[in-house]
């Protein structure tokens, strides 16, 4: 069972029915109990940093997923549940991200719209979550930060400068885009993680 | 890169996919959960589905129509109509919308758009603009009407795009009701005037007879997004053509 954390906010379903396309057992968990168990987990969010990392502690969801990534579980976060992974973030400097991944999120560069929405083309260098999409790799975009580029970065996207699009760390990968909103690109890509949690369990 | 997404517009009313000249004369275009799963599976980049006659009485038939929509859809999915609290929102994103739209509501109660964008993030925060030309005046000016057209504002339609902007919506939505079913080609002034003016992405909507006016209005109309209705539910042109036409005029497009 794949548990995507349900903390109440912005579109969690497309998550979700986008993972059970792929022949997924997913389930919305906002019960911290309920997630025990789990051979994957997937972190979703929209919108601001702050309030994201607050409402993900106000459900204990956060220890969820820190215990998760600890156990070496197979953990995918998606955008804002993405960015959670870090430190902080220059969106809200006083909230602070899980930790997991070294670095911090940054605003977009300047010159260009804030958000970026739109779909865009990876360059990659190096990734097993993105095994085997085409090239050029086509995804949709909505958001105006980003993680900072580290060691664990494996794509970019070319949004007034290179912006990073994914990073894995061992078992712990994310998108800054939205596979769930990627057409057969982005179901390819989740497929790949259901199937590294398929390996893993 | 700067890319501009092509996006089918489902307006639907009582569960049915309808289209109309300038806001009136509606005729029938199809199931919206069919229409759906065919612009998706074409290479659409967005679908936008506004519930047209909004009201209380059929917001519960509206939700379900949404999540069966929704259900066909794996590509952004925004949502409006009749959205006038944070609640409202927050349904039509459980039911499977990724953005929602607001229109009236926000005019009648600008907070409303901070509310949203605080709770959900600006980028799940459309403000749609349905604007008209003042007649008679010496410069270019358009005003900004709500309740699906009917109800004339005296707000200025640029200084109030401005606005929505300030207030934290993430994209905004504008429709010439001037062009509006009319396949004149987009209001291209008033697209531009506004993209230049505010820093968030833009749609243009209203008035797409033919391919070369997706061209101006990315071109021309500085849109981040083109958006047209019934080119595409009559048959006329598919996505892919859309977008190849896009291409071949050095428009940054996904293929379909």
Redesign the interface.
């Known amino acids: 069972m794949i548990a995507v954390l349900d903390y109440g906010i912005g579109n969690l379903r497309s998550a979700e029915k986008a993972l059970q396309r792929v022949g997924a057992d997913a389930r919305l968990i906002d019960d911290p109990t309920a997630a025990a168990g789990a051979d994957g987990i997937v972190l979703p969010g929209v919108g601001a940093f702050g309030r994201c990392a607050e409402a993900l502690r106000a459900t204990g969801l956060d220890d969820v997923a820190t215990d998760a990534v600890a156990r070496g579980i197979p953990f995918l976060g998606i955008c804002i549940g993405f960015q959670l992974l870090y430190e902080g973030s220059e969106e809200n400097p006083s909230a602070e991200g899980l930790g997991v991944l070294p670095g911090v999120v940054r605003r977009l560069p300047t010159g260009v719209k804030h958000p970026q929405m739109q779909w865009n083309t990876l360059d990659i260098a190096g990734s097993d979550l993105l095994a085997g999409v085409p090239d050029p790799a086509w995804v949709y975009f909505v958001h105006s930060y980003a993680p900072e580029q580290t060691v664990d970065t494996t794509s970019t996207c070319d949004y007034g400068g290179p912006v990073v699009a994914t990073a894995e760390r061992g078992p712990v990968w994310g998108t800054q885009f939205h596979p769930e909103k990627s057409g057969a690109v982005g179901l390819g890509i989740l497929a790949n993680f259901v199937a590294a949690v398929d390996r893993a369990a | 890169?700067?890319?501009?997404?092509v996006i089918p517009c489902l307006d639907v009313d009582d569960g049915r996919v309808v289209k109309g000249i300038r806001f009136t004369d509606l005729f029938d275009a199809g199931d919206p959960v069919e229409l759906a799963a065919r612009y998706?599976a074409q290479?659409a980049?967005e679908l936008v589905f506004l519930d047209i006659t909004a009201s209380s009485d059929h917001r519960g038939t509206m939700v379900e129509v949404v999540a069966r929509t929704?259900?066909q859809v794996?590509?952004?999915?925004t949502v409006g109509g009749g959205v006038r609290t944070v609640d409202d929102a927050r349904r039509l994103?459980?039911?499977?919308?990724?953005k929602v739209g607001v229109n009236s509501a926000a005019v009648d109660r600008p907070a409303l758009v901070t509310e949203l964008a605080?709770?959900?993030?600006?980028?799940?925060v459309v403000v749609a603009i349905d604007a008209r030309r003042r007649p008679g005046t010496a410069d270019l000016a358009w005003e900004v009407y709500t309740h699906g057209g009917r109800t004339a504002t005296d707000l200025d339609a640029l200084a109030w795009a401005e606005r929505c902007s300030d207030l934290g919506a993430?994209?905004l939505l504008v429709t010439s009701m001037d062009r509006d079913g009319t396949r004149d080609g987009f209001d291209l002034e008033l697209t531009r005037r506004i993209a230049i003016r505010c820093?968030?992405?833009l749609v243009a909507s209203g008035g797409v007879g033919e391919l070369d006016h997706l061209v101006e209005g990315a071109v021309e109309g500085a849109a981040?997004?083109v958006l047209a209705a019934s080119i595409f539910h009559l048959g006329e042109f598919t996505i892919a053509e859309a977008k190849a036409h896009l291409a071949a005029a050095g428009v940054a497009v996904?293929?379909a």
């Open positions: 890169m700067r890319t501009v997404r998706d290479g980049d929704a259900e794996f590509i952004p999915f994103l459980r039911a499977g919308a990724d605080d709770e959900f993030g600006s980028q799940c993430g994209e820093p968030v992405p981040d997004a996904r293929p």
